[in-house]
């Protein structure tokens, strides 16, 4: 049987592509915070070529993918020899050698830090740029921060981290049941019992918000014994 050389479609998670069973090695890159699936090929590739058709960053979580790229080995349908995400802006580009590709480099910088953060998110490069430590208020702005905020609520509960339970306080109808799965299967941790340490409360009126941080929030704390909360979207019923 002929091998295919054409570019064919993606699934757009992890988990999906883990469930072939037959095929080729091949390796599969994918953001290591939200397990988006962006290439799944037969050959290595630079991975400033992944930046580059993906303008560097994650079409699912918008995190910059000089934080969350990630590459492992992976299973490809038999006769296929590159997969990629739908959001792909230039499927081709990935088979044109490198020496033919004008890549933009940025130059960035680290400040050096003499602390060491409580709750990590397993991604080197975002833990020392957060340092989050207990005690802390933090405010994280747009789309990626929802994704962030799940991963944190698994890694809380990690014996090497706060080993602490967790306050969800959902004013958005974001709390994805799914995601907190899938991280608690890549963090090899016990299903059952983290999801009894995530405490979730939903609000569904601004009055509900106002009474769940005001009222309720530090009750809960003190209830659960947590040492981490979150509170997502909190001005979006206002």
Known sequence: METRHTIDPLQPKTWQIDQIEKGSE??????????????LSKQQIN??????VFDGTCPSCGFE?????????????????????LKCRDPELLREPDDQIEYQTRRGSNLPRDVQPGITTGIESLDR??????????FLEGEPSHALSLLLCVRATLSQGLDSDVVFVDAGNLFDTYTISQHIVNLGLESGRVQQRI??????THHQVH????EKLTAAL?????????????????
């Open 47 to 52: 991975p400033r070529k992944i930046k580059l």
């Open 65 to 85: 993918l000089d934080r969350v790229l990630g590459c492992r080995a992976s299973l490809l349908p038999a006769g296929r020899r590159l997969l990629t995400s």
């Open 211 to 214: 009474s769940l941080i005001v």
């Open 222 to 238: 003190d209830e659960y014994g947590a040492r981490f909360a979150v509170v997502s979207d909190i001005t979006a019923l206002f």
């Open 26 to 39: 091949g390796y599969l890159y994918h953001c290591i915070l939200c397990d988006e699936a962006l290439i």
């Open 129 to 138: 740029a957060l340092i989050l430590k207990t005690g802390q208020f933090v």
């Open 199 to 204: 405490h979730l409360s939903r609000a569904f």
